[in-house]
């Protein structure tokens, strides 16, 4: 890893973003502190300035809690609008969301990881909980795994690394020898599956999006219960997800006919 030379009070600033972003609920000065390990002078000028910026508001002024303002995602929502995927995808999430009753996610690969950049479930019937912004295995969740596919086999192990890989569920797969198998499965019907490997109630299929330069920069997976998965539904949801994924990688000059190759 490359040495850097981190500036202390911009670091703290970015973890009390990082901190406020991942919190279910507002947080006092007092939990900042805690959590963050500041000494509370310090918290409190953090806090004043990242409000007087509208990167935090004042959540309950009763209780003093805070929470990310409209600065945040105003800068969030720039750095999606100049990916330009989130935009070109946004319409087709909701179709898809639409036509199969579940909720549509779509992500993109960071330091090894899959990244929810957006997702469509006003038609779900159960909503999931991955956040946007959050992060996940990218070896376990169906939309993870339908971008590691797309990659040539020596990123997939640079990406999974020499040490031990990672469980969620006792059916995820463990070792590389299963996941460079899985990943041929995966290329040779053309979608990924997760079934039960990341959320022993999920089953999700996916598909990985290309660019211009038929390089993987994407991938959506729909997320259903497992519970309601038959086959019926299962050849539904694969068409459907092949065809928007392949629409999607079109719009963003894909010329290609297939979205993996064997």
């Known amino acids: 890893m490359e040495n850097f030379k ?22 006092t000065l007092n939990e900042i502190c805690k959590t963050l390990g500041l000494p509370k002078s310090s918290a409190f000028e953090l806090v004043q300035t990242l409000l007087y910026k509208n ?22 929502i720039s750095y999606l609008s100049n990916m330009g995927i989130p935009h070109l995808a946004r319409p087709l999430l909701q179709e898809l ?3 199969t009753g579940s909720t549509v996610f779509l992500g993109v690969e960071d330091k ?20 946007l912004g959050s992060r996940r295995f990218i070896h376990t969740t169906g939309i993870g795994k339908a971008l590691l596919a797309a990659l040539p086999t020596e990123k997939i192990q640079f990406i999974l690394g020499d040490g031990e890989i990672p469980a969620k569920t006792q059916y995820s797969k463990v070792t590389l020898q299963e996941i460079l198998q899985d990943m041929a499965e995966i290329r040779a019907r053309g979608y990924s599956i997760d079934d039960r490997e990341d959320n022993l109630e999920m089953y999700c299929i996916g598909s ?5 330069w038929n390089q993987p ?35 963003l000059g894909y010329r290609g006919e297939r979205l993996y190759n064997d």
């Open 217 to 251: 920069v994407a991938a959506i997976s729909v997320a259903s219960m497992y519970s309601t998965m038959t086959p019926e539904r299962e050849s539904m949801i694969v068409k459907l997800v092949k065809e928007t994924a392949l629409k999607l990688s079109n719009q």
């Open 6 to 27: 981190l500036n202390k009070s911009a670091e703290r600033v970015v973890d009390l973003l990082v901190l406020l972003s991942n919190s279910s609920s507002s947080l």
């Open 55 to 76: 990167f935090i508001e004042l959540d309950d002024p009763r209780l003093k809690t805070y929470r990310l303002g409209i600065g945040a995602f105003e800068a969030g």
């Open 112 to 131: 090894g990881q899959i990244v929810y950049l957006d997702k469509a479930e006003n038609y779900s019937v159960m909503r999931p909980t991955a956040k």
């Open 97 to 99: 969301n639409r036509q």
């Open 208 to 212: 990985a999006i290309y660019d211009q």
